[in-house]
Nanobody, 116 residues
Framework: QLQASGGGLVQAGGSLRLSCAASGIIFSTYDMGWYRQAPGKEREMVAIITTRGNKVYEEAVKGRFTVSRDNVRSTMYLQMNSLNPEDTAVYYC????????????WGQGTLVTVSS
């Protein structure tokens, strides 16, 4: 089970930190990711952090967002800085077993709203 939290309403230029707490899985064996879906748009990848700590970012968030993970706490984070209205979306966390992509899970989503 994945539980995303930390969303809310923030003004443009502000910051938020999202958390994704995992339970029922061996967290350290899963590649973790943040995805988002804006109204009327398809879900898109925001950031991924692998079991080895390698990170991939969507081009629009590079330099503003930072993904991290704490394997002891079984939690992934997304630090979002310099937010703009285009970042408004429901943010979802995702877990994929690094050795078998057939084992994948989604969290319930947390809403981020950035006002101009």
């Amino acid at each position: 089970q994945l539980q995303a939290s930390g969303g809310g309403l923030v003004q443009a230029g502000g910051s938020l930190r999202l958390s994704c707490a995992a339970s029922g899985i061996i967290f350290s064996t899963y590649d973790m990711g943040w995805y988002r879906q804006a109204p009327g748009k398809e879900r898109e990848m925001v950031a991924i952090i692998t079991t080895r700590g390698n990170k991939v970012y969507e081009e629009a968030v590079k330099g503003r967002f930072t993904v991290s993970r704490d394997n002891v706490r079984s939690t992934m984070y997304l630090q979002m800085n310099s937010l703009n209205p285009e970042d408004t979306a429901v943010y979802y966390c995702n877990a994929v077993l690094s050795t078998n992509g057939n084992y994948a899970y989604w969290g319930q989503g947390t809403l981020v709203t950035v006002s101009s």
